[in-house]
């Protein structure tokens, strides 16, 4: 199983990122996937998850960022998205994308993280 | 939905034990057995080395075990090796489809 992400980068406050997490060596419609971020120097935090189509294909996003962050899939191609709009400072950190072995948050495979800061 | 509490850290001379605690709530450890254990070294990814509360994946040696008591989840690493130096995460589902990660406990191996 290989997840990689691509798309991080520095922005300025108020701008928009778009992550992906390219998948591979799994079966990615029925998976249910995940992002999850770290700041600097600090811990874990999970920003949200997208479940597979054919469970409903729905998001839940932490409260930091409902509203602001969107989640998709492309299932013809594997991928994973994160979308960030209106960024905030607090938003800078490395992004992992994870996939849920379950349906309750365990997270047997990562990708190595790509990094995103917001200054200005 | 607040970050589960561990001890910032936790030392052990190799061969010894250490056990690392998580506290959290009725609305996520104590409510579900699905608290998760990773571990973190300088600049990698998390590895998961415990789910379901004591299951340890394919590949993590059995020197790493997992309880669960309450409100309370433990890791316990035995037989410490200067590999296990890492930072250790547990997790917890929450409900609604949320799940909580701790603060994160940062194990020195002396």
């Known amino acids: 199983v290989q997840l990689v992400e691509s798309g991080g980068g520095l922005v300025k406050p108020g701008e928009s990122l778009r992550l992906s997490c390219a998948v591979s060596g799994l079966s990615f419609y029925p998976a249910w996937m995940s992002w999850v971020r770290q700041a600097p120097g600090r811990g874990l935090e999970w920003v949200g998850l997208?479940?597979?189509?054919?469970?409903?294909?729905?998001?839940d996003l932490a409260a930091p960022v409902k509203g602001r962050f969107v989640i998709s899939r492309d299932d013809s191609k594997n991928t994973l998205f994160l979308q960030m709009n209106s960024l905030k400072a607090e938003d800078t950190g490395v992004y992992y994308c994870a996939h849920y072995a379950d349906y309750y948050g365990t997270m047997h495979s990562w990708g190595q993280g790509t990094p995103v800061t917001v200054s200005s | 939905q607040s970050a589960l509490t561990q001890p910032p850290s936790a030392s052990g001379s190799p061969g010894q034990s250490v056990t690392i605690s998580c506290t959290g709530t009725?609305?996520?450890?104590?409510?579900?057995?699905?608290v998760s254990w990773y571990q973190q070294h300088p600049g990698k990814a998390p590895k998961l080395m415990i789910y379901?509360?004591?299951k340890r994946p394919s590949g993590v040696p059995d020197r790493f075990s997992g309880s669960k008591s309450g409100n309370t989840a433990s890791l316990t690493v035995s037989g410490l090796q200067a590999e296990d130096e890492a930072d250790y995460y547990c997790s917890s589902y929450a409900g609604s489809n949320n799940l909580v990660f701790g603060t994160g406990t940062t194990v020195t191996v002396l």
């Open positions: 379901e509360v004591s």
């Open positions: 009725n609305s996520d450890i104590g409510g579900y057995n699905y």
């Open positions: 997208i479940k597979s189509k054919g469970g409903g294909g729905t998001t």
